[in-house]
């Protein structure tokens, strides 16, 4: 831990796509996910002969990093993948529940050390409540954020 922070390193792999669909890059998410990346995001950018495109990054651990490597290759129009060792300085992460109107909701608590920092609602505990008492999600959500920040120290 440094400064009460916890770090590790990872591997980030990005290539730049300007001949993919919307459709294509889903699936392609779904299955980096489903083969181990941390996280997935595609951002916008603009390429040689003012071709608009997107730049396709994942986070992974090193045991899944040539698995994902051979989905971006195998299943997008890339013909390379850039391949970075990134360090990360984050929140060690811990998961509770509140209790709210409409049952029972998990919530993620990022520490910094014994300081809790970060609460924050999880998206599969507030949908299916939701689900279950007919609310909608944003309301559910609001109610869960309400209880989680009397959990946070917020300094």
């Given amino acids: 831990m440094k400064g009460g922070f916890e770090t590790d390193e990872v591997f980030r792999l990005e290539t730049n796509l300007d001949d993919c669909t919307a459709e294509l890059l889903g699936v392609v998410m779904e299955r980096l996910f489903g083969a181990g990346a941390l996280d997935v995001w595609f951002t916008p950018i603009q390429m040689k002969k003012n071709r608009p495109a997107v730049m396709l990054s994942a986070l992974c651990e090193e045991a899944a990093r040539d698995a994902l ?30 209790a709210t109107e409409f049952g029972e909701i998990s919530v993620k608590l990022g520490l910094k050390g014994d300081q809790v920092i970060q609460a924050t609602p999880e998206f599969e505990s507030v949908k299916a409540a939701a689900e ?6 944003r309301i559910v959500y609001e109610a869960a954020a309400r209880e989680a920040s009397e959990i946070a120290t917020f300094n």
Avoid: N, P, Y
């Fill in 69 to 98: 490597a051979e989905i971006i290759l195998s299943e997008t129009t890339s013909f390379g993948i850039r391949i970075d060792r990134v360090r990360r300085l984050k929140l060690a992460r811990r998961m509770t529940t509140v």
């Fill in 132 to 137: 279950r008492t007919g609310q909608a999600f």
